[in-house]
């Protein structure tokens, strides 16, 4: 098959009218800073860049109240960096800063605003486990010149696009405009990505599920009977067997599902039920839930589509369940017949 590079891509997603200049210099711009944050995290111990941000006795912390990975700060500011002076951009918002980042002054504006989570996953760097990057697209308000939080706070329905880089043993971009997810596999040699797979499609039946068990004590009862049902494998209520992973790195778990099917899951439980779940709903659970309805799949918070929830606020949480269509649905149905029996 003759390779078709990233930008070949866009090229011909302009001219099938699924994206504009504009949104395809974002992706590209996007995409050359992460091969950044490739080269930065290929480095490992060789580049001082292992190991938590700050002193030791004064470690730097982040929005979440999180302690920062060098590699958290570094990849974040690639992303800030490559994106100020394009003109494609109204404002950043990113996963370890309290506030949105308006574009210098001296740069113009465009009608874009990025959002992410610029290292998923990195409590995994120190132990040479893949991580990644995820990111999501919007539409900057008309009028709106500089974009503040509520600006950002759009349904997952409304996003131009949205992607991940997974750094692993290739580096791979997955991405989607709504016309399809697709897949990119970075060629170190000529430093371009490489169309690998086009329009990818997941397989509805699942018979890999993704979840922290170590949580379940503390799961809802509906979550603890369906885990319980996959545990009990053939000789259960679903009558087969089912196998189990667990990265703790939502790209790295979610481009397995993207590649080969299966069911991810961040619950509620009672540790996080106030802060309304794990993962965050603008740069985490919003541009999964979009690639993976794009290749056929479905995403949920147990209960509603994710897509569909209207933000309250920049760094909201929400539990996700994702993945293959039909494994999902009886996830969400327990919880859904759960509530109704509730009343
Ligand atoms: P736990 C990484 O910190 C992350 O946000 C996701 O990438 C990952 O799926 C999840 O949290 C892991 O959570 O509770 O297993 O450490």
């Known amino acids: 098959m003759k390779s078709i590079s990233l930008i070949q891509f866009l090229i011909e997603e302009r001219r099938a009218g699924h994206v504009n ?53 570094i990849s974040n500011e690639i992303l800030l960096e490559a994106n100020a002076w394009g003109g494609h951009l109204a404002a950043c918002a ?10 210098p002054d001296m740069y113009p504006k465009g009608n874009h605003l990025l959002l992410f989570d610029p ?44 992607g991940y880089v997974v750094y692993g043993p290739a580096t791979v971009l997955v991405l ?11 060629d170190r040699e000529v430093g371009s990505f490489v169309l690998s797979r086009r329009d990818i499609k997941i397989p509805e ?8 068990m170590s949580n379940q004590r503390h799961w809802e009862a509906p979550m603890q009977r369906y885990i ?18 667990w990265v703790a790195s939502m790209v790295a778990d979610v481009h397995r599902i993207v590649t080969r099917g299966g069911v991810f899951y961040y619950p ?21 839930a979009f690639i993976i309805e794009q290749a056929g799949g479905a995403a949920t918070t147990g209960r509603e589509r994710i897509m569909s929830l209207q933000p309250t606020a920049l760094h909201q949480r929400v539990p996700v369940f994702l993945g293959s269509k ?3 649905e009886v996830a969400t149905r327990y919880h859904v017949a759960a509530d109704g029996a509730q009343g």
């Open 228 to 245: 319980g049902e996959l545990l009990a494998g053939k000789e259960g209520p679903r009558g087969k067997d089912f196998n189990m992973r």
């Open 176 to 186: 989607t405009f709504g016309h399809g997810t697709h897949e990119f596999t970075l």
């Open 326 to 328: 039909k494994e999902v």
């Open 205 to 212: 039946e699942a018979t890999e599920f993704a979840i922290n």
């Open 21 to 73: 200049a504009e949104l395809s210099l974002l992706i590209e711009v996007v995409a050359r800073a992460c091969k950044r944050s490739a080269v930065a995290t290929n480095k490992g111990a060789l580049g001082g860049v292992l190991g938590m941000a700050g002193s030791a006795d004064a470690l730097s912390m982040n929005i979440q109240g999180e302690a920062q990975k060098k590699l958290d700060v």
């Open 268 to 288: 509620l439980d009672a540790k996080i039920k106030a802060q309304g779940g794990k993962l965050r709903i603008m740069y985490e659970a919003n541009p999964m």
């Open 94 to 103: 990113s996963e370890e800063m309290e506030d949105p980042q308006p574009i």
């Open 119 to 162: 290292l998923d996953g990195s409590s995994n760097i120190d132990v040479n486990i893949s991580v990644g990057t995820i990111f999501s697209v919007l539409r900057c308000p008309d009028g709106v010149v500089e974009p503040k939080a509520v600006d950002f706070l759009q349904p997952g329905t409304t996003q131009l696009a949205a």
